[in-house]
Protein backbone atom coordinates (compact mmCIF):
# COMPACT_ATOMS: atom_id res chain seq x y z
CA UNK A 1 0.00 0.00 0.00
CA UNK A 2 1.33 3.77 -1.04
CA UNK A 3 2.27 5.74 2.17
CA UNK A 4 -0.25 8.08 3.60
CA UNK A 5 0.18 11.46 2.18
CA UNK A 6 1.51 14.04 4.92
CA UNK A 7 -1.15 16.78 2.95
CA UNK A 8 -4.71 15.98 1.44
CA UNK A 9 -6.78 18.53 -0.44
CA UNK A 10 -9.70 18.17 -2.06
CA UNK A 11 -11.57 20.82 -4.19
CA UNK A 12 -10.16 23.83 -2.11
CA UNK A 13 -11.95 27.34 -2.59
CA UNK A 14 -11.30 30.34 -1.27
CA UNK A 15 -13.35 33.14 -1.96
CA UNK A 16 -13.40 37.09 -0.88
CA UNK A 17 -15.69 39.60 -0.62
CA UNK A 18 -14.66 43.15 0.83
CA UNK A 19 -18.35 44.02 1.30
CA UNK A 20 -21.89 43.16 1.15
CA UNK A 21 -22.24 45.04 -2.12
CA UNK A 22 -18.65 43.83 -3.66
CA UNK A 23 -18.60 41.15 -6.24
CA UNK A 24 -16.65 37.50 -4.86
CA UNK A 25 -13.18 37.67 -5.84
CA UNK A 26 -12.01 33.68 -6.19
CA UNK A 27 -8.59 33.06 -5.33
CA UNK A 28 -8.85 29.21 -5.40
CA UNK A 29 -11.04 27.56 -7.48
CA UNK A 30 -11.09 23.97 -6.25
CA UNK A 31 -7.05 22.97 -5.96
CA UNK A 32 -6.78 19.52 -5.46
CA UNK A 33 -3.56 17.81 -4.45
CA UNK A 34 -1.17 15.52 -2.25
CA UNK A 35 1.97 15.80 -1.01
CA UNK A 36 4.11 13.34 0.63
CA UNK A 37 6.15 13.37 3.10
CA UNK A 38 9.93 14.75 1.96
CA UNK A 39 8.83 15.79 -1.22
CA UNK A 40 10.47 19.34 -2.43
CA UNK A 41 7.13 21.25 -3.90
CA UNK A 42 7.53 24.28 -5.80
CA UNK A 43 4.91 26.04 -6.59
CA UNK A 44 4.60 28.49 -9.83
CA UNK A 45 2.53 31.20 -10.97
CA UNK A 46 2.02 34.58 -11.84
CA UNK A 47 1.09 37.24 -9.24
CA UNK A 48 -2.94 36.55 -8.22
CA UNK A 49 -2.97 33.09 -9.68
CA UNK A 50 -3.69 32.11 -6.15
CA UNK A 51 -0.40 30.67 -4.88
CA UNK A 52 -0.33 32.68 -1.79
CA UNK A 53 -3.60 31.50 -0.58
CA UNK A 54 -3.12 27.95 -1.41
CA UNK A 55 0.21 28.08 1.20
CA UNK A 56 -1.87 30.14 3.59
CA UNK A 57 -4.48 27.31 4.13
CA UNK A 58 -1.81 24.42 3.58
CA UNK A 59 -0.03 25.73 6.09
CA UNK A 60 -3.40 26.92 8.73
CA UNK A 61 -3.23 30.72 8.70
CA UNK A 62 -6.51 30.22 6.73
CA UNK A 63 -9.41 28.29 6.61
CA UNK A 64 -11.00 27.57 2.66
CA UNK A 65 -14.47 28.90 2.20
CA UNK A 66 -15.19 25.18 0.35
CA UNK A 67 -13.50 21.93 0.51
CA UNK A 68 -11.37 19.69 2.69
CA UNK A 69 -7.80 19.44 3.70
CA UNK A 70 -6.28 16.59 5.91
CA UNK A 71 -2.22 16.56 7.40
CA UNK A 72 -2.03 12.85 8.23
CA UNK A 73 -5.11 11.53 8.14
CA UNK A 74 -6.38 14.45 10.29
CA UNK A 75 -9.14 16.72 8.87
CA UNK A 76 -8.00 20.63 9.44
CA UNK A 77 -10.29 22.26 6.80
CA UNK A 78 -13.00 23.12 9.29
CA UNK A 79 -10.87 22.77 12.35
CA UNK A 80 -11.15 25.50 15.08
CA UNK A 81 -8.80 28.39 15.81
CA UNK A 82 -7.05 26.31 18.70
CA UNK A 83 -6.23 22.91 16.48
CA UNK A 84 -5.06 25.67 13.23
CA UNK A 85 -2.74 27.30 16.58
CA UNK A 86 -1.18 23.95 17.29
CA UNK A 87 -0.83 22.64 14.21
CA UNK A 88 0.87 25.97 12.99
CA UNK A 89 3.25 25.21 15.76
CA UNK A 90 3.86 22.02 16.30
CA UNK A 91 4.10 20.71 12.72
CA UNK A 92 4.68 23.96 10.41
CA UNK A 93 7.70 25.82 9.51
CA UNK A 94 7.34 29.29 7.43
CA UNK A 95 9.82 31.58 5.79
CA UNK A 96 8.34 34.71 3.77
CA UNK A 97 9.72 37.30 1.67
CA UNK A 98 10.30 39.57 4.18
CA UNK A 99 12.03 38.28 7.58
CA UNK A 100 9.83 39.67 10.02
CA UNK A 101 12.65 39.75 12.72
CA UNK A 102 12.67 41.13 16.07
CA UNK A 103 15.21 44.02 16.10
CA UNK A 104 16.12 44.24 19.29
CA UNK A 105 16.88 40.61 19.64
CA UNK A 106 20.02 38.86 18.65
CA UNK A 107 20.28 36.06 15.87
CA UNK A 108 20.10 33.63 18.55
CA UNK A 109 17.36 35.10 20.71
CA UNK A 110 15.18 35.44 17.54
CA UNK A 111 16.21 31.78 16.81
CA UNK A 112 16.05 31.11 20.27
CA UNK A 113 12.39 32.42 21.17
CA UNK A 114 10.53 29.53 18.59
CA UNK A 115 12.13 27.16 21.02
CA UNK A 116 10.01 27.89 24.09
CA UNK A 117 6.56 27.12 21.95
CA UNK A 118 8.01 24.21 20.33
CA UNK A 119 7.98 20.34 21.22
CA UNK A 120 11.13 19.03 19.40
CA UNK A 121 13.48 21.66 18.92
CA UNK A 122 16.71 21.50 17.72
CA UNK A 123 19.11 23.72 19.97
CA UNK A 124 19.10 27.10 18.87
CA UNK A 125 22.60 27.34 18.10
CA UNK A 126 22.55 24.09 15.70
CA UNK A 127 20.07 25.86 13.85
CA UNK A 128 21.75 29.12 13.09
CA UNK A 129 25.43 26.77 12.16
CA UNK A 130 22.81 25.06 9.59
CA UNK A 131 22.36 28.63 8.25
CA UNK A 132 26.08 29.42 7.77
CA UNK A 133 25.82 31.95 10.69
CA UNK A 134 27.24 30.55 14.04
CA UNK A 135 29.83 33.37 13.40
CA UNK A 136 27.14 35.97 13.98
CA UNK A 137 24.85 34.65 16.45
CA UNK A 138 25.52 37.73 18.54
CA UNK A 139 24.18 40.65 15.83
CA UNK A 140 20.97 42.05 15.56
CA UNK A 141 19.27 41.61 12.47
CA UNK A 142 20.56 46.11 11.59
CA UNK A 143 23.84 44.54 11.26
CA UNK A 144 23.10 41.51 9.00
CA UNK A 145 22.84 41.49 5.15
CA UNK A 146 19.07 41.04 3.59
CA UNK A 147 20.37 37.31 2.69
CA UNK A 148 21.87 36.64 6.44
CA UNK A 149 18.38 38.07 7.55
CA UNK A 150 16.51 35.35 5.34
CA UNK A 151 18.79 32.69 6.77
CA UNK A 152 18.20 33.69 10.13
CA UNK A 153 14.73 33.50 9.12
CA UNK A 154 15.18 29.82 7.90
CA UNK A 155 16.76 29.05 10.94
CA UNK A 156 13.70 30.28 12.93
CA UNK A 157 11.54 28.46 10.70
CA UNK A 158 13.92 24.79 10.76
CA UNK A 159 14.36 25.00 14.38
CA UNK A 160 11.66 23.07 16.20
CA UNK A 161 11.87 20.52 13.88
CA UNK A 162 8.55 20.99 11.64
CA UNK A 163 7.49 18.72 9.21
CA UNK A 164 6.29 21.33 6.63
CA UNK A 165 8.35 24.15 5.82
CA UNK A 166 6.46 26.55 3.39
CA UNK A 167 8.53 29.02 2.01
CA UNK A 168 6.97 32.54 0.37
CA UNK A 169 8.60 34.04 -2.28
CA UNK A 170 12.31 33.59 -0.24
CA UNK A 171 14.03 34.78 -2.32
CA UNK A 172 11.92 37.48 -3.83
CA UNK A 173 13.76 40.44 -2.36
CA UNK A 174 17.29 38.88 -2.76
CA UNK A 175 19.88 39.14 -5.41
CA UNK A 176 20.65 36.49 -7.71
CA UNK A 177 23.62 34.78 -5.52
CA UNK A 178 22.35 35.41 -2.30
CA UNK A 179 19.07 33.93 -3.05
CA UNK A 180 20.90 30.59 -4.27
CA UNK A 181 22.76 30.40 -1.23
CA UNK A 182 18.98 30.98 0.67
CA UNK A 183 17.71 28.06 -1.49
CA UNK A 184 20.45 26.00 -0.57
CA UNK A 185 19.63 26.44 3.24
CA UNK A 186 16.24 25.40 1.88
CA UNK A 187 17.40 22.16 -0.05
CA UNK A 188 19.72 21.27 2.70
CA UNK A 189 16.51 21.55 5.61
CA UNK A 190 14.40 18.93 2.92
CA UNK A 191 17.46 16.87 2.38
CA UNK A 192 19.31 16.43 5.81
CA UNK A 193 16.23 17.09 8.22
CA UNK A 194 13.18 15.04 5.70
CA UNK A 195 11.53 18.38 6.19
CA UNK A 196 8.75 18.42 3.16
CA UNK A 197 9.16 21.72 1.39
CA UNK A 198 6.59 23.67 -0.63
CA UNK A 199 8.40 26.69 -2.18
CA UNK A 200 6.08 29.82 -3.96
CA UNK A 201 8.20 31.06 -6.48
CA UNK A 202 7.41 33.43 -9.53
CA UNK A 203 10.62 32.51 -10.98
CA UNK A 204 10.62 29.71 -13.25
CA UNK A 205 14.43 29.03 -12.41
CA UNK A 206 13.51 27.88 -9.69
CA UNK A 207 11.23 24.67 -10.54
CA UNK A 208 14.61 22.83 -11.38
CA UNK A 209 15.65 21.92 -8.12
CA UNK A 210 12.33 20.35 -7.01
CA UNK A 211 10.86 16.74 -6.81
CA UNK A 212 7.78 18.09 -8.11
CA UNK A 213 6.50 20.80 -10.17
CA UNK A 214 3.02 23.14 -9.24
CA UNK A 215 1.91 25.60 -11.74
CA UNK A 216 -1.17 27.80 -10.81
CA UNK A 217 -3.79 30.32 -12.76
CA UNK A 218 -7.08 31.87 -11.97
CA UNK A 219 -6.92 29.88 -8.67
CA UNK A 220 -6.46 26.55 -10.76
CA UNK A 221 -3.51 23.87 -11.01
CA UNK A 222 -3.01 24.34 -14.49
CA UNK A 223 0.10 21.47 -14.59
CA UNK A 224 1.96 18.67 -12.14
CA UNK A 225 4.92 17.68 -12.99
CA UNK A 226 7.94 15.77 -11.44
CA UNK A 227 11.48 16.23 -12.72
CA UNK A 228 13.47 13.62 -13.97
CA UNK A 229 16.43 14.76 -11.51
CA UNK A 230 17.07 17.46 -9.26
CA UNK A 231 19.15 20.55 -9.86
CA UNK A 232 21.23 21.82 -6.71
CA UNK A 233 21.05 25.61 -6.39
CA UNK A 234 24.19 26.39 -7.39
CA UNK A 235 22.91 25.05 -10.93
CA UNK A 236 20.08 27.12 -11.50
CA UNK A 237 20.39 30.03 -14.26
CA UNK A 238 17.95 33.06 -13.75
Not at 4 to 32: C, H, M, Q
Not at 39 to 61: P, Q, Y
Amino acid sequence: MPAEPLLSARGLRKVYRTSAEAAEVVALAGVSLDVAAGEFVVLLGASGSGKSTLLNILGGLDVPSAGEMWFRGQRLSDAGEAALTRYRREHVGFVFQFYNLIPSLTVHENVALVTDIATHAMDADEAVARVGLAARRDHFPAQLSGGEQQRVAIARAIVKRPDLLLCDEPTGALDYETGKRVLEVIAEANRELGTTAIVITHNAAIAGMADRVIRIADGRIAQDERNATRLTPSELRW
